[in-house]
């Protein structure tokens, strides 16, 4: 049978920073509550003429270099995000276009700060059935368009960036082995941006109400992430027949410190440096936050051949995953 590989990573982070200092300007908040409560100090939000397709289409240039791929060697575009350009056509198109990724078809697809692993499952699914050869994995997030800078539960938490990954057929890389997905639609309302869809569509009153932006219960959200991103880890595990000792690397969703440390109990057997974090710097950046710390993790010549690492991931819908990578 056919083995998925990821082949070649790249990450995209636009260069304004945005510090726990400068958000305690614009809110009631500090620098001490923020890093105590989650863990980060900074983020990036992108300018005004930087989109989730233009970080997308950075990302997945240098995603293409490091496999040693051209844009015209692409059959599949996959893109998750729920930052899109536009609601149609999809950033995948857009991004196509941008590379020049002719015979690539394009599709975008949404599931939340989880939608990194369902984009790896895809493509997966798409290399290994044989429909596909190179598929493009991209996440790509301007979430400072969806931010209420007035809201100091949600606003100090949120970044902007993309990540790619080329995963292919042939080449050697990291073969993805497992990935283990799941969905609870029952607890949409805890997290979600509640207009702007069909059931909600702008009008004066969505804009009053500050409905374009993203609502979230933080608490009761934490509490479901722990749980699916553990439970996911351990359904994962035991689909792939690995044992938690085994695992030499686990990179998770960078939702909180808190939540990350929560995780590492479950792991107690890796040092502290092998969860790997970005969040300190980046924040939340949603769909893109497991595919900019892969890439930073590679690129840092982190994992050797012949270790297991564990991505997992929690996101809105709610929508959770795993997967577990093989070095090779
Ligand atoms: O990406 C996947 C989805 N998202 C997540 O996984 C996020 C999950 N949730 C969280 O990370 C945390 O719930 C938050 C960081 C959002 C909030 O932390 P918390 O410890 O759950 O705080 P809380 O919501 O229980 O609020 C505690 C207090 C409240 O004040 P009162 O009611 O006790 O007086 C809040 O108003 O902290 C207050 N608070 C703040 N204070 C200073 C909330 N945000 C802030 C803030 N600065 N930025």
Redesign the pocket.
């Known amino acids: 049978m056919k083995q998925a590989r990821i082949v070649g990573t790249g990450s995209y982070l636009p260069q304004r920073v945005l510090t726990n200092h400068d958000?305690s300007k614009m809110?009631?908040?500090?620098d001490e509550?923020?890093v105590s409560?989650?863990g980060m100090k900074e983020r990036r939000l992108a300018r005004e003429d930087e989109y989730a397709s233009s970080m997308g289409t950075e990302a997945a240039r240098l995603a293409l270099k490091d496999a040693g791929k051209s844009s015209e060697e692409i059959d599949f575009i996959l893109v998750a995000t729920l930052t899109p350009d536009y609601i149609f056509p999809s950033t995948a198109c857009l991004i196509q276009q941008e590379l020049g990724a002719k015979k690539a078809a394009a599709l975008d697809l949404q599931a939340?700060?989880s939608g990194y692993l369902y984009a790896l499952s895809m493509a997966k699914a798409l290399i290994e059935s044989g429909i596909s050869r190179n598929v493009l994995v991209i996440a790509a997030e301007k979430l400072s368009s969806i931010t209420d800078y007035q809201d100091?539960?949600?606003?100090?938490?949120f970044g902007d960036g993309a990540a790619a990954a080329v995963v292919s057929a042939e080449g050697s890389g990291l073969a993805i082995k497992t990935v283990h997905l799941g969905a609870d639609g029952e607890q949409a309302e805890l997290?979600m941006l509640p207009a702007g869809g069909c059931r909600k569509p702008a009008s004066q009153e969505s804009l009053e109400q500050r409905m374009h932006y993203i609502k979230?219960?933080?608490?009761?959200?934490?509490k479901?992430?722990v749980r699916r991103m553990q439970e996911a880890a351990k359904e994962c595990l035991e689909a792939s027949g690995v044992s938690e000792e085994e695992l030499a690397w686990v990179i998770p969703?960078?939702?909180?410190i808190?939540?990350l440390d929560a995780i590492a109990k479950r792991f107690s057997h890796l040092p502290a440096n092998r969860l790997y974090k970005t969040l300190e710097k980046y924040g939340?950046t949603?769909a893109s936050?497991i595919g900019i710390a892969l890439d930073e993790w590679r690129k840092e010549g982190l994992g050797k051949t012949g270790e297991k690492v564990l991505l997992t991931?929690?996101?809105?819908g709610f929508t959770w995953g795993a997967a577990l990578l093989h070095y090779e």
């Open positions: 958000l809110v009631e908040t500090s509550w923020i409560r989650t939340a700060c100091r539960s949600t606003c100090i938490l997290l979230m219960s933080g608490n009761e959200v934490f479901h992430a969703h960078q939702a909180n808190r939540i939340n949603s936050s991931a929690f996101g809105g």
